[in-house]
């Protein structure tokens, strides 16, 4: 998968896993080399291979990243119809799941533009206690360059998705 001509479709394929899950997980190693995986809930991608997501609940990755930048995120299309429809048909219409791969940047304040985008992500759950609790006051950004993408073969399922 080609990270510059497939942009569109990464984009595409990550607003939907989190349309699904609500989140995406982001996987780091620590300094004894042991994997450990992250749910992001606030993943924004940007037009130029970019992103960035708000850092306020994540503790380790944040100490992780210090030592290695370099992380893997994993976004799932979960929806049910869309995999019920897949195995009636044995082959996926579009992609079950896409990893990028990435270097974090550093920490930074939050711009106005972040902060609105977050606003309107979580408009319909405004009313809601958790919503204060979770996504209100939310400051800070972190900063990721994308490095690669690589789809995930699932055989027979995905061969005509150009694997």
């Known amino acids: 998968m080609n990270l510059i001509k497939d942009w569109h479709k990464i984009r595409k394929h990550f607003n939907k896993s989190f349309g699904t899950n609500f989140y995406i997980s982001i996987a780091s190693v620590d300094i004894d080399h042991n994997p450990t995986v992250t749910p992001i809930g606030t993943l924004f991608l940007n037009d130029n291979q970019s992103g960035f997501y708000f850092e306020k609940f994540p503790s380790k990755l ?96 995905t061969k005509e998705l150009n694997l």
């Open 62 to 157: 944040p100490e992780l990243a210090k030592n290695n930048p370099n992380v893997c995120l994993l976004g799932v299309n979960s929806n049910r119809f869309f995999w019920i429809k897949s195995l009636f048909k044995n082959s996926f219409s579009d992609y079950p799941a896409l990893k990028l791969y990435e270097t974090l940047g550093e920490r930074r304040k939050a711009t106005e533009k972040e902060i609105k985008r977050l606003n309107r992500r979580m408009r319909i759950t405004n009313n809601l206690k958790g919503n204060t609790y979770l996504w209100k006051n939310m400051e800070f950004v972190r900063d990721i360059q994308f490095t690669k993408a690589e789809s995930i073969n699932l055989g027979l399922m």
